[in-house]
């Protein structure tokens, strides 16, 4: 186990659906991202919290909602995806946002969108 | 902007030998690489950072180089064994002042018994 936990790990949700994604990490980390892997693409950076604050949104489009109430704990919110959206959604963390620091990877959430 | 490429191509090889795979960046000079390992279904697990200052570092079976000058990094499992098969990925910060990743595609080692 890394220390990063992810729930639900496998969602399947029509297009209308509304439904979140929870990220929690037990490292004492202050700096915590979601990642979109898709098949045979790299990981896609698309949100970097530090300290709670958000400070990298990498041209998601609005139907992926971040939130970070504390650094402990991420959530991506979902609404009207569509089937691209279908991959393994990753969260990690790190000390810190800054230079250097290895991220630790929770096990992902499987997503499906019919 | 800035590229990492790594061989798309599964690497196959007999348990017992070294197994090396590369890493290609253009368009960049990062301050440091890192190298994760990904297993099916599961998400990347940190297992090397080398700095740009470094020419090669070493961890129990593992060692990376790193040289600047042919913008690349090699990663070494020596006495490979079936337990080592895996996704290998390495990653690139985007900048020189952020802890943002780039990370390559990544290359698939298949180690046989």
């Known amino acids: 186990e890394t220390g990063v936990t992810q729930t639900p790990r496998h969602l399947v949700m029509g297009m209308t659906n509304k439904k979140s994604l929870k990220c929690e990490q037990h490292l004492g980390h202050n700096a915590m991202y979601w990642y979109k892997q898709s098949a045979k693409k790299p990981l896609e950076l698309m949100f970097v919290?530090?300290?709670?604050?958000?400070?990298e949104n990498n041209s998601v489009p609005s139907r992926f909602s971040p939130e970070c109430p504390n650094s402990s704990h991420l959530f991506l919110h979902l609404h009207t995806l569509q089937p691209e959206d279908s991959a393994l959604y990753l969260c990690?963390?790190?000390?810190?946002?800054?230079?250097?620091?290895?991220?630790?990877f929770g096990p992902g959430t499987r997503l499906t969108v019919l | 902007s800035q590229k990492i490429e790594q061989n798309s191509e599964a690497l196959n090889i007999q348990e017992g030998k070294t197994a090396t795979l590369t890493c290609n960046y253009t368009?960049?000079?990062?301050?440091?690489l890192q190298w994760y390992r990904q297993d099916p279904g599961r998400g990347p697990v940190f297992l090397l950072l080398i700095r740009e200052n470094e020419k090669e570092k070493r961890k129990e079976r593992l060692k990376v180089t790193f040289d600047t000058t042919l913008k690349q990094s090699l990663f070494h499992i020596t006495a490979s064994q079936p337990a080592d098969s895996a996704t290998y990925l390495c990653?690139?910060?985007?900048?020189?002042?952020?802890?943002?990743?780039?990370f390559g595609q990544g290359t698939t080692l298949q180690v046989k018994p």
């Open positions: 990690a963390s790190s000390q810190e946002g800054g230079v250097g620091n290895e991220q630790f």
């Open positions: 990653a690139l910060p985007f900048s020189s002042n952020t802890g943002k990743l780039i």
């Open positions: 368009n960049y000079s990062p301050a440091y």
């Open positions: 919290y530090n300290f709670k604050e958000q400070t």
